[in-house]
């Protein structure tokens, strides 16, 4: 599993697998509870392959986060999006120590810990399943 075809959608909760694409949108399938929905040109999408963090030397892809984030935990949820911020931000320095801390948001890290909850039970953010994406991305 990948998460190449996973979005997130702007004023919608949760993640979002794109199943196909249409002349106008396209359809998505989400991750909380299997409903599909369709979505038009206009929505703010991202997808999280696209999606990096800011360090002070450079930008690390969120796949990197999550690989860094499985393997400090076994391949196991993380802690709570829920927790203080002083938390949060003590926790994500462990996993991503040279993250720019004026440019990284507490917003941003819990999103990024939620979202890495949601994929994890999935299969999607294990170490095995992101080396694999690394090594597929870097063969094209």
Known sequence: ????????????????????????????????DGKRITVGMRSNVSLLSEIAVYTYTEEIRLSDVFKAIATKENDGTTISHKEDDATLKAYFREVLPEFDE????????????NWYNLLQPK???????????AKEEKAE
Request: aromatic fraction near 8%.
């Open 1 to 32: 599993m990948s998460i190449q075809k996973i979005l997130a959608i702007s004023g919608k909760p949760g993640l979002y697998e794109l199943k196909i694409q249409t002349r106008t949108g396209f359809v998505a399938e989400s991750l909380l």
């Open 102 to 113: 004026e440019r990284v948001y507490t917003s941003d890290i819990k999103k990024i810990l």
């Open 123 to 133: 299969g999607f953010v294990s170490v095995e399943a992101l080396t694999e994406e």
